[in-house]
């Protein structure tokens, strides 16, 4: 059995900083403004979550006042990737559609452009999903990824997802098993 396992619920509650060898995942604020614009706002980024695309400066703090809401309601936890050297966001990951019964979460990852193809959401998901294996109760970590963004696919089967199924709206859902990761 794991050590200091937290239920899911409490995540909200008890979610700490990551501190990897080269970035901090943490919580989101308002001065991380114009970088949420620099992710959210970047058509290439988002090609594939338009949903979630800002479409200005002036909406950015909307959004994160939104990201608070959700955190605050526990509907979702979406974390800020902080580069160590520069100290500038790059890039987020989030932990959402929380599944109390079945202990599963989705995830969901976005990056700078500029960074793409450096390793380091590689990085990054590995110690998100090794901080959840060893302090959470969390068993399964689903992600729900277009079938034509390939670079994500890859990504995400490099750290350990399995593709499960292909669902009716052009969408992978890949799965990891925590249990079977650490």
Not at 35 to 49: A, L, N, R, S
Request: with cysteine; net charge neutral.
């Amino acid at each position: 059995m794991k050590d200091s396992v937290i239920p899911m619920s409490s995540l909200f509650d008890e979610f700490k900083e990551i501190d990897t060898k080269k970035y901090i995942i943490r919580k989101i604020c308002l001065n991380d403004s114009k970088d949420i614009f620099d992710i959210y706002g970047d058509i290439e980024v988002m090609k594939y979550d338009t949903r979630n695309r800002i479409e200005s400066i002036d909406d950015t703090e909307d959004y994160i006042k939104l990201i608070h809401k959700g955190f605050d309601n526990k509907w979702f936890i979406k974390l800020g990737i902080v580069s160590k050297n520069s100290n500038e966001l790059i890039g987020s990951i989030a932990l959402h559609h929380f599944d109390y019964e079945k202990n599963r979460v989705e995830m969901g990852y976005n990056l700078k452009r500029v960074y793409w193809k450096q390793g380091i959401m590689s990085e990054v998901l590995k110690s998100v999903i090794d901080y959840l294996a060893k302090y959470s109760s969390i068993n399964e970590i689903e992600a729900s990824i277009h079938s034509e963004n390939i670079a994500s696919i890859k990504l995400a089967e490099k750290v350990g997802f399995k593709l499960i199924e292909k669902s009716n709206d052009d969408s992978l859902i890949l799965r990891i098993r925590l249990k079977h990761f650490n």
